[in-house]
């Protein structure tokens, strides 16, 4: 198995991980070994989170699938964990969930909606290594910000911290989602390969970005 194929199952794990992690939350109070296990699960998608990484950098070679499943299974277990968090926890507050799922479901749309106005299959579209199919440093450390607040609820930070860490995903999760779109539009207007219905939307939307200089 090469680095590129562990790399991707180690993602793959992160997934098949929420069904249990899930459970344990639901149980939470009611089996005693469901917190310890819930903090074990977490555990892990956090560390694999960076040995995917690691390998897919060691590997050297472009990982065009694992460019998708990695933010995807972020998106995931995180969008999940937040939810999750909010109805059992009630941390974090509904409002800072909202966001989060928000942009995932923003940019979500945006890229799907690209991958359809540009008439390739998902494997033509991932190698085009544009802002809409690669990772930035800044989207990165968005997740590992929004983990982090996973994490204090997880281990019962203090209230200090938890506040701290509610302002900070707010903060990174706009900054990340307006530059994320900012990158994205600015490629949308000016590459010539999107057709179609969603690629004249797309064009008109970056079109009058443009104008008004919002993402400009």
Known sequence: M????LANWLTYSRIFMIPPFLFCLGFWEE?????????????????SDILDGILARSSKQDNPLGRFLDPLADKICIGTAYIGFSLLFGRP??????????????LGGLWFFALRASGQSLYPFLGMRNPLTTPNLLGKATTWVQLSLLFMILFSFPEVHLRIGSWGVLVFSL????????????????HRGYSGREGQILSSLARVMAKFRIFS
């Open 93 to 106: 507050s509904w409002w800072i969930s909202g966001v989060v799922l928000g942009r995932f479901v923003l």
């Open 175 to 190: 900054l990340s989602m307006v530059v994320y779109l900012s990158s994205a539009l600015r490629q949308i207007r000016d």
């Open 2 to 5: 090469d680095l590129r194929t």
């Open 31 to 47: 089996i005693h070994w469901a917190p310890v296990a819930s903090r074990l699960i977490f555990s892990w998608v956090a560390i």
